[in-house]
């Protein structure tokens, strides 16, 4: 005779699946104070938070992102990043605060002080900004810190260069906004006296390690003809290791820690950026280096056997000490011959600026074109495919058209020449 299960029991057992449908539906979808998800789990963290409470139907997305972050984890709330004192000219009223909707440098310094002034002391700070516009937009005080950062000095190497800046003023505000400024203004100084954007590679509002450490974030602006870093890197042994094995590596093993055994193989972060093996975190992206590879001649940097020694040193994580010395030498090799190019062609339009031929103004006529692209896109490019297992952009994108430009410029010389003598205009 079979045994009758009880009424009660049923009822119960029906009222506890009930209650744990409930459970999670409201973690899940949060309508109140419960929490946010992120789709894969559900953070503690919006219900006491006006601004999550707001924006959490005004722009959900923002607010799924912020709660899977590890600041949302760690306690961090809106407030702390985007409330400014009432004196701040990015901020305005806003539901009860005062705000800025753009944090700068100056609101991320609060809990990343030493991060910020590796910033501030780095190529992505004012140099960058400076390449594109020069000084005209930085205060007295901002300039006087300036003069501190080696690719900011005023020397006949500095980045601060007439060519850039006569491009720049060339193609003017109908198309700068949407083309170099967009990664220039890394740099950018900000109304609040800060200098530069953190978000433009944090973006926000996730700020997880893996996107930092991941080369497509630098591949936002290293790439193109003129700093082809993203397509070299994937030419690289290690693009191809991350490109094959990547989805394998540790990229949430915290800042500090990195170790051959959560990337096997390097990325640009890992090289120029990250605590690895002997090396500390930084945020000054030229510490690690020896030379000015950007400038039309390649001069030693002021750190120059410091940041060799540092960048060696991550490649003795991987490599025998034979072998990056090896490396380092046919790279050095290659940048002399670069630079011996670069001062003939150097030395043929001085000779013309000299004679009268034609004026020393940026871009005035074609030879100008021929004499930047030589070095400007062909030259950079065979020192950086050089220095970071490039091969085919050291010959192919580099050297050869190099050679060819620097015969094209000879040519062009050699008609002004002409048309000089027979009294034509250049």
Request: proline residues 6%; aromatic residues 8%.
């Amino acid at each position: 005779m079979e045994r009758q299960i009880p009424k009660t029991l049923i009822i119960g057992i029906a009222v506890t699946v009930f209650a744990i449908i409930l459970i999670y539906l409201f973690t899940k979808f949060p309508g109140g104070s419960q929490g946010i998800s992120t789709g894969t789990e559900t953070v503690s963290y919006g219900g006491s938070d006006k601004c999550a409470s707001c924006h959490r139907r005004v722009t959900p997305a923002i607010v799924t992102q912020f709660a899977g972050s590890t600041m949302a984890k760690a306690g961090v709330k809106c407030v702390d990043c985007h409330v400014v004192e009432k004196n701040n000219p990015l901020g305005k009223e806003h539901e009860g605060f005062f705000i800025t909707t753009t944090p700068t440098p100056k609101n991320c310094a609060k809990c990343h002080p030493a991060e910020t002034k590796q910033f501030d002391h780095s190529r992505h700070g004012a140099p960058a900004w400076i390449a594109l516009n020069g000084l005209a937009d930085f205060t007295p005080e901002q300039k006087k810190s300036i003069d501190r950062i080696p690719e900011a000095n005023r020397g006949p190497n500095g980045i601060i260069t007439a060519t850039r800046n006569s491009l720049f003023d060339i193609e003017g505000p109908s198309v700068t906004p949407a083309a170099c400024e967009t990664c220039h203004s890394i740099g950018k100084p900000n109304k609040d006296g800060s200098i530069g954007n953190c978000n433009k590679c944090h973006l926000r509002h996730e700020f997880k390690l893996e996107q930092v450490r991941k080369p497509e974030i630098c591949g936002q602006c290293h790439l193109g003809p003129d700093h082809p870093q993203a397509e070299i890197y994937e030419e690289s042994a290690h693009g191809v290791m991350y490109q094959t094995d990547g989805e394998k590596w540790n990229w949430s093993q915290k800042p500090g820690r990195l170790t051959v055994s959560d990337m096997p193989a390097p990325t640009c972060a890992t090289c120029h950026m990250s605590g690895f093996g002997s090396q500390g975190t930084t945020h000054d992206v030229g510490e690690r280096l020896s030379k000015f590879l950007f400038a039309a001649v390649t001069t030693d940097r002021p750190n120059n056997i410091e940041g060799r020694e540092a960048m060696k040193a991550i490649c003795a994580n991987c490599h025998s000490g034979p072998f990056i010395d090896n490396f380092y030498s046919r790279a050095d090799s290659v940048t002399s011959f670069v630079n011996k190019k670069v001062q003939e062609a150097t030395g043929i339009i001085n000779g013309l600026v000299k004679d009268g031929i034609i004026t020393s103004k940026p871009f005035e006529n074609q030879i100008s074109f021929t004499a930047f692209d030589l070095w400007h896109y062909y030259g950079r490019t065979a020192k950086f495919g050089a220095y970071m297992q490039g091969a085919d952009y050291v010959q192919w994108h580099g050297v050869y058209p190099l050679l060819k430009e620097l015969n094209k410029l000879k040519e062009e010389a050699q008609q002004l020449r002409l048309r000089h003598k027979r009294g034509a205009r250049p």
